[in-house]
């Protein structure tokens, strides 16, 4: 057996499509969940190892990566697809939903990682972290994400310069993807449309397009690349459409 891929978060939309296309190309996974009930199938499904984890609980996340690298081989790569969509004025807000927002997208990244340093080394393994077009475009009501993946952003280009040479992390921003996640912006035919019409490629995302990009950065077709953070956005970052 060799060194596994650990997916974070991965019965969430981005994450069952990455966990999904690395199985096709036949590397070993390792899912991990808050739901018993929903990663259990998912990795029955994908003939993975699989483990139930909250990502804010340190321990747990720490036993996760031991449990994954119990064999050896190191930790061939770490995918953290966890995350909130957290969108309201900023007169809306409190201390606390800044604080719960870090929490989620930046320090349970930093406790995956953390816990699989060695066995990323140990493998010259690669680490994906997962931003948002916000950070770069600025976006009314968006505070909240936006800071939070800031953060990540940061993190990622930090990680890549203290662990090169053994160790890639880079950062994937996607645009509005079609999510369980974001389905208070995506069940609604009339707003999807005319935040499609936003983007040069006319339409949102898909899980299977930041999927894409993710496990790319996985492998070691991606070998000469850190430290970097793409836009997976249909071209909202960097293009203006007509009109």
């Known amino acids: 057996m060799t060194a596994p891929i650990i997916v974070f978060g ?55 990566v031991q449990e994954a690298g119990q064999d050896g081989e190191g930790i061939a790569g770490i995918a953290y697809c966890v995350g909130s969509i957290d969108i309201k004025p900023l007169k809306a807000t409190k201390d606390e939903d800044f604080i719960q927002a870090y929490r989620l997208n930046v320090l349970g990244a930093v406790n995956a990682i953390r816990a699989a ?8 393994g690669s680490v994906v972290l997962f931003s948002t077009v916000a950070v770069q475009q600025g976006f009314a009501n968006h505070a909240l994400i936006a800071s939070a993946k800031g953060a990540v952003e940061g993190l990622g280009r930090s990680l890549a310069a203290e662990f090169a040479p053994h160790v890639r992390v880079n950062v994937v921003a996607p645009s509005l993807t079609r999510t369980p996640l974001a389905h208070g912006l995506t069940s609604n035919d009339q707003m999807v449309q005319s935040i ?6 006319g339409r949102i995302g898909e899980p299977e397009d930041i999927a894409a990009m993710a496990a790319f950065l996985l492998t070691k077709e991606s070998g000469w690349i850190t430290g970097q953070v793409f836009g997976v956005d249909g071209g909202r970052s960097s293009l203006r459409t007509k009109g």
């Open 196 to 201: 499609a019409g936003l983007h040069a490629l």
């Open 10 to 64: 991965a019965n969430g939309g981005i994450g069952e499509a990455l966990a999904r296309r690395l199985a096709r190309a036949g590397a070993p996974l390792f899912l991990t969940g808050r739901s018993a009930d929903k990663i259990g199938p998912l990795a029955d499904d994908l003939k993975a190892r699989h483990g139930v984890c909250d990502v804010l609980d340190e321990a747990a996340v720490s036993a996760i």
């Open 117 to 124: 340093e060695k066995g990323l080394k140990s493998a010259k």
